[in-house]
C-alpha cells in the first residue's frame, strides 16, 4: 500500500533523489527552483527521513575510486531451515560485506543466503569468500561476478508517481 | 584526497546535515571554516570522489516492493532478452552473472500485482522461465564504506 503522499511531497522528493546543487545553501536552491520556502524543504526533507521514505540522506561514492574494486554475490546453501538466521548473520559480520538477505530457493537453486562481498580484485572477494565458508562450515557455496552490466540507474519514482485525483 | 577528506567522506555518507548551512555544520564537525569545508566536498564532487549527494529512497519505506530475479538464457539469446527486460522502467539492475542462471536483474514496482504481472510478461515475450527471489529477510545492508581515520587527524 502507497503512503499518502501529495503533488508537492513528489516534486520535493523529485529533486532529492537527484544530487544536490553545488551551493553552500543547497536547500535554498532546491526550494527557488521549486517555488518553495527553503524552512519547508528542510522540515520536509526530514520529515521523510522519519517516515523512513529514505533509508541515508547522504553522499554516495564511486567505489572504485574509494579502493573498492571487485564485488561478487556470496550465495549460501543452508538446507536447514533453523540454521539460517546464524549463517546470516555470521556471514553479515564481515565488514567486507555490505548486504546479506535471505532469499528462497528453488528445485536447480540450492542457495538461500545471498552476501555481496566486496575486495581489491575478484580473487580476493574469492579469498574472503572461502573463508566465510570455513568459518560457518558451508562447503555448497559459490561467489557469481557480473560479467557485463545491461542497466544500472536508481529507481526514478517520482517521474511516475500514480498520484491520487485529490491532491 | 588527505585525512580531512576521510573525515568529511565518513560524515557525509552518514548523514549530509538536512539545515540551512550544512557546510557550516561540516566544518564544526571537522575543526574547517564553511566556506573550506565546501571547497573540499566541491573539488571531491568535481573529481567524482562523491557521485552523488541526495537521499536514498527506500522502497519499502515508500510502500513500494522489490524483488530479484534470475533467468537462464542461452548465451546467443541475452542481449536480446536482457535489452528487452531493460526497457522496464521497475528495473534498476540488469547484468550477466558467470552461472547457468545468467541473465539477473532487480524489479521494483508499487506492489506485489504489478511485480507478477509484469514478471509473466517479462517470460511470454522471452519464452525463458524468470525465478523471483524476494527478500524473505534482511541480515544487512550498508552501503557506506567507512574510512580508516588516523588518531588526531584533522586540519
Known amino acids: 500500500m502507497k503512503q499518502e503522499i501529495t503533488a508537492k511531497d513528489v516534486k520535493i522528493m523529485a529533486e532529492l533523489q537527484r544530487t544536490l546543487p553545488m551551493t553552500k545553501r543547497p536547500f535554498k536552491s532546491i526550494a527557488e527552483k521549486i517555488g518553495l520556502a527553503e524552512k519547508e524543504v528542510i522540515e520536509k526533507t526530514r520529515e521523510y527521513g522519519q517516515k523512513q521514505y529514505y533509508r541515508r540522506f547522504g553522499a554516495t561514492l564511486r567505489h572504485q575510486k574509494a579502493g573498492f574494486k571487485a564485488n561478487g554475490m556470496g550465495i549460501w546453501a543452508v538446507p536447514a531451515e533453523e540454521d539460517r538466521q546464524g549463517v546470516g548473520e555470521t556471514l553479515s559480520a564481515y565488514h567486507e560485506v555490505s548486504h546479506a538477505y535471505e532469499r528462497p530457493s528453488f528445485e536447480d537453486w540450492p542457495y538461500h543466503i545471498f552476501t555481496m562481498i566486496h575486495g581489491e580484485s575478484e580473487d580476493e572477494v574469492r579469498r574472503i569468500a572461502k573463508g566465510m565458508s570455513e568459518q560457518v562450515g558451508i562447503t555448497d557455496y559459490d561467489v557469481l561476478f557480473s560479467t557485463r552490466e545491461f542497466k544500472k540507474t536508481s529507481m526514478q519514482y517520482f517521474d511516475h508517481w500514480p498520484l491520487e485525483e485529490n491532491d | 584526497m588527505d585525512e580531512t ?92 552473472r558467470n552461472h547457468n542462471y545468467n541473465l539477473w536483474f532487480t524489479y521494483i514496482a508499487p506492489d506485489l500485482d504489478a511485480i507478477d504481472k509484469t514478471l509473466s510478461e517479462i517470460e511470454s515475450k522471452s519464452g525463458y522461465k524468470v525465478h523471483n527471489l524476494p527478500m524473505l529477510k534482511k541480515f544487512k545492508i550498508k552501503v557506506d564504506f567507512k574510512f580508516k581515520e588516523k588518531e588526531g587527524a584533522g586540519k
Open chain 2, 5 to 96: 577528506d576521510k573525515r568529511i567522506l565518513n560524515i557525509i555518507q552518514t548523514g549530509f546535515p538536512v539545515c540551512e548551512r550544512p557546510y557550516e555544520k561540516i566544518g564544526e564537525q571537522t575543526g574547517l571554516t564553511e566556506d573550506e569545508a565546501f571547497d573540499r566536498v566541491k573539488a571531491m564532487f568535481d573529481s567524482k570522489i562523491i557521485r552523488r549527494i541526495g537521499a536514498s529512497f527506500d522502497s519499502r519505506g515508500l510502500g513500494w516492493t522489490s524483488t530479484l530475479c534470475a533467468m537462464s538464457v542461452p548465451p546467443e539469446k541475452i542481449e536480446e532478452v536482457a535489452g528487452m527486460v531493460a526497457k522496464y522502467h521497475g528495473v534498476t539492475h540488469n547484468y550477466e
